[in-house]
T-cell receptor, first 113, second 114 residues
Framework: DAKTTQPPSMDCAEGRAANLPCNHS???????VYWYRQIHSQGPQYIIH???NNETNEMASLIITEDRKSSTLILPHATLRDTAVYYC??????????????FGGGTRLMVKP | DAGITQSPRHKVTETGTPVTLRCHQT?????MYWYRQDPGHGLRLIHY???????DKGEVSDGYSVSRSKTEDFLLTLESATSSQTSVYFC?????????????FGAGSRLTVL
């Protein structure tokens, strides 16, 4: 799986947009970008994923650059409950391993009042 | 978490004793995974299963064994627990291999080996 680079920590004011960057410069053409988050002491939670196009769901938006070497997760109106560690993961399909993911260090997002 | 249950949620044991953690799913998903999470290491894959009786090793499999005799249950066994296996263990499930089949994680099992 391609390696990802994320800033270790970020702050965001409550109600503002949180923009979390991820660099994956060695990504291959068939590798997806996934975002998960982990709120303290809980299991990781899926947020969104994409291959080439930008994606949006009820939780967030994912912006992938045209060369696919980087992406940004956007939480449009951050709340205190969005304080968590956010993981950007790039993986290749593997029939035996299914959606096995390799987690890096992630970005610790602190949403402040 | 909906559809996936881990037990026990907390366990304290002594070095050298056997420990079994259970992951139970009601989603009929084919793939199941065991991860451990430690400070400074993030989540690391221990073992995974791609069907009944089909399992394979992950990144940190030494000292662990798994079994999957039914679709819904994936057991993680520490034959002789050591202090280095003190960790939080997460089970995850996935339906298939498509990029759209994401992982759903359990709530975690906190194991302390004294």
């Amino acid at each position: 799986d391609a390696k990802t680079t994320q800033p270790p920590s970020m702050d965001c004011a409550e109600g503002r947009a949180a923009n979390l960057p991820c660099n994956h410069s060695t990504i291959s053409g068939n590798e997806y970008v996934y975002w998960y988050r982990q709120i303290h002491s809980q299991g990781p939670q899926y947020i969104i994923h994409g291959l080439k196009n930008n994606e949006t769901n009820e939780m967030a938006s994912l912006i992938i650059t045209e060369d696919r070497k980087s992406s940004t997760l956007i939480l449009p109106h951050a709340t205190l409950r969005d304080t968590a560690v956010y993981y950007c993961i790039v993986r290749t399909l593997n029939n035996n391993a299914g959606n096995m993911l390799t987690f890096g260090g992630g970005t610790r997002l602190m949403v402040k009042p | 978490d909906a559809g996936i249950t881990q037990s026990p949620r907390h366990k304290v044991t002594e070095t050298g004793t056997p420990v079994t953690l259970r992951c139970h799913q009601t989603e009929n998903h084919r793939y199941m995974y065991w991860y451990r999470q430690d400070p400074g290491h993030g989540l690391r894959l221990i073992h995974y299963s791609y069907g009944v009786k089909d399992t394979d090793k992950g990144e940190v499999s030494d000292g662990y064994s798994v079994s999957r005799s039914k679709t819904e249950d994936f057991l993680l066994t520490l034959e002789s627990a050591t202090s280095s296996q003190t960790s939080v263990y997460f089970c995850a499930i996935s339906q298939g291999t498509s990029g759209a089949n994401v992982l759903t994680f359990g709530a975690g099992s906190r194991l302390t080996v004294l």
